[in-house]
């Protein structure tokens, strides 16, 4: 890839250049941040949407297929289908509600905590490997400009 270099903007203004390098660096961040998660998910048959699956539930266990789909976007079949995959192959529990019997709770089994634990420690790195050469100053800047690309207002609270 070759080196695009433009000056830096005035305050606010952004040319297209700029704007365009932006859009070619999250598409090969992208490439690059789920490589290797995509490499170890193959090996099980599994694609990304496993993934975000896997790691949602493991990041909030007990939540319902109802939260799932309001994180994902995406729809009841797409997910049936995934979460069917994942809880035939002892990754995801699924239990009855306890107040709403039509409620689905999931959790990551034993099973599912250990993929979820290797797919995002090799992330987990990659991003800490990011954020130390860019410098303490830069994760609040990411986390701005991350925000501002989403549709999520939702996202702007701080979930640590």
Partial sequence: ??????????????????????????????????????AILAGHGFGRAHHRVIYFVGRHPGMTVSDLLGILKITKQSLARVLRELVDQGFVAQVQGERDKRQRRLSLTAKGLALEKSLTERQLARIARAFDAAGVQSVEGFRKVMLGITDDPSLGRKSV
């Fill in 1 to 38: 890839m070759t080196d695009i270099k433009f000056p830096p903007p005035a305050a606010g203004h952004f040319n297209e250049g700029q704007l365009r390098e932006a859009i070619e660096m999250l598409f090969f961040a992208y490439r690059d941040f789920t490589a290797e998660p995509d």
